[in-house]
Structure formats: C-alpha cells, structure tokens
C-alpha cells in the first residue's frame, strides 16, 4: 500500500522546490509513496517550468484526492517580487512556515500519514518575524509533542544530538543529568517503535578531548555524564561511554552500537556526514507524527541552476515511509 506523503516547499529562494519536485517524481519514492507537495501553487509551478519536470499540478482537495496529477496543498500566494534565488526573504520564510504548520496539520489529523521537509534557513525564518532555532522545533510545537530528539539517520550510523544548533562556548551549560538521560530514552524508543531494533544497544560520546581524561581535560564527564549513564542504565538501557570521540570513529566502533548519542551537532555530524553526504536523512525522533527531511540546507549557491541533488529528499522519503509502516505495525 502507498503511504501518503507530505513534501513541504522549504525556502522557495533555495533548493527546497526543486529537491521536493524531484523527489516526488522519482521511480523509487512513486512505487512505496504518494506524494503531496505543500507549498505555494504557483512556485511550485514555476519550479516544473524552471526545471523542465514534466508533470502536471493541481490543487489538492481534502479528503477525496480524486486527482490523476501531482496534489499540491496551496498555502497562498509566493508574492514574486520577493522571489530571489540564492537569497532567504520575508516571504521565502513566511512560505516556509505556512508550509510546515499545514502539512503538520495533515499528519495530525490523519489526512497524511508522514511529512517531508525541504530545507529552509534560519535567517528566512527571522526575516518573517519567527524566532524558532528551525523547522525541528517548529513541527514540535506545531504538532502539540512534549520532547523531540534530532537524530541523523544513514545506512552505516545513527546519530542522536544532546544539543543541536547551539554556539560551543554555551554546549556545556546546556547539558545536564536530566537532558541526556531524556535523550537516550528517546532515542531507545524511537529505534525500538521506528527502526524495529528490538534491543537497541546505544554508545555516548564525551564532551571533551578524551572523554575528560579522569577530569585533567574537563570535569563533564565525570559531574555529568557518568551519573546521566548510570541513571539511564538503573532503568534497564543499554549505553555504554563516554567515549573519547576522535578514537571511537576512529577505531569504527560505532559498528558495534545501533545509535550514537553526540553531546553536540559537528561531534556527530561530521563523521556522519564524512561517510554518507548526500545519504543521510534527519529524523525528528519522539514526535507524535512522522517527520524527516534531507541532510543538506538551501545550498543558496546552486538555487535556480537545476543543478540540486535530491539523493537526501528521496532518502528521507524513503526513511518516513519504513518508519510509518513500523508505527502500524507496532499500534
């Protein structure tokens, strides 16, 4: 049976058309997947002019989807005065949101059962008057769930953030006992109920160079971390750590783990990103809806130039998928 999925327009400025345009026409995302595109009608439009997709789309109407062309959500008007590739603007980030708030919206009242997220950048989101850190935090709130972890998904590694899009002079006073315990129960949920890893085994990084080192290289470890270990292991998780993170790449021990909880973004994604760029999917884990999107942003540089790879989008598409079949099965 073929799932449907929302796609969302992301920053119309950037890839996030394109990338969704693509995806949503690819031969593998066509045979598990029924695509729905969610943003403005008439940049979506554009875009399958701009880049020579052939398909026709129409205005998607809820709940019959009687359609035989590509469905599109319209969210309003893309005001294309505002329209600028290679630049985020009010209106890309007004778009974006909209976008985002109604496809949560189809996921929550059973209309779709996943959502896709183009990428959209920060800055857009300000210039449209939002202080959300990103989409993650927006789909939380938006979706009315309580705790979210981002996890950044690839064939060869599963990565779980403490932190996400913090400065590193403020990661250690964001890490707490009780933040990295909440986050490893998360993350053994989510590969138990989406991945269907049936006894996830879970291995955590150090915050500083060698782990502490005793506490001669910082006392983190040692004041936090370890009683965040013990605690999570008195109520019966599997997690070993903190691991010094050069060594444990570097060794390829994460082969021994289903997941890896990082105490901050580039600790993670770096090695992530190093062994699958263009394959990663990241997962918004502990939502009470199904969302993922690609692991790259607007790449602002090659917006208009149909030069986008969609890889990642097709991923994540994928990725949704598996996770709400394994959601139905476990209901």
């Keep these: 049976m073929k799932r449907l999925v929302a796609f969302t327009v992301g920053d119309f400025n950037g890839v996030g058309p394109e990338v969704a345009l693509k995806a949503a026409l690819h031969p593998s995302v066509l045979r598990i997947a029924r695509p729905i595109l969610v943003g403005p009608l008439d940049i979506f439009r554009h875009a399958a002019r701009l880049f020579k997709c052939r398909v026709e789309l129409e205005r998607a109407v809820f709940p019959a989807l009687t359609g035989k062309h590509l469905q599109v959500v319209d969210v309003g008007d893309g005001i294309w005065a ?7 603007t009010k209106s890309s980030g007004r778009s974006a949101v909209a976008a985002i708030e109604r496809a949560v919206e189809l996921c929550v009242n059973g209309s779709v059962e996943a959502m896709v997220t183009a990428p959209t950048s920060k800055e857009a989101l300000h210039l449209a008057g939002y202080s959300f850190p990103g989409q993650t935090e927006m789909v939380t709130l938006f979706s009315g769930s309580q705790k979210v972890i981002m996890m950044l998904v690839s064939p060869s590694l599963r990565v779980g953030l403490v932190t996400v ?10 890490i707490s006992k009780e933040k990295i315990v ?6 053994l949920a989510s590969l138990q109920r989406d991945f269907a890893v049936k006894k996830p085994a879970l291995a955590m990084l150090g915050l500083n160079p060698h782990a502490g080192e005793a506490g001669h290289i910082g006392s983190e470890e040692l004041s936090v971390l370890q009683p965040a270990l013990d605690a999570a ?7 070993d750590g903190p691991f010094p993170a050069d060594a444990f790449f570097g060794t390829q021990a994460y082969k021994r783990y289903d997941g890896v909880l990082a105490m901050y973004h580039d600790q993670g994604l770096i090695p992530l990103k190093l062994l699958s760029f263009g394959k990663a999917v990241n ?14 942003g607007t790449a602002y540089d090659i917006a208009g130039k149909g030069k986008a790879d969609a890889s990642s989008m097709v991923e994540a598409v994928r990725t949704a998928v598996a996770i709400a079949k394994n959601r139905s099965s476990a209901a």
Excluded: W, Y
């Design 82 to 88: 505002d329209v600028k590739f290679g630049a985020p």
């Design 233 to 239: 292991r008195t109520n019966g998780a599997r997690i």
């Design 283 to 296: 997962v918004s884990c502990g939502l009470s809806i199904v969302r993922t999107s690609p692991d790259h």
């Design 182 to 187: 909440e986050k490893i129960n998360l993350m």
């Design 165 to 174: 899009h913090a400065p590193l002079k403020d990661v250690p006073g964001l």
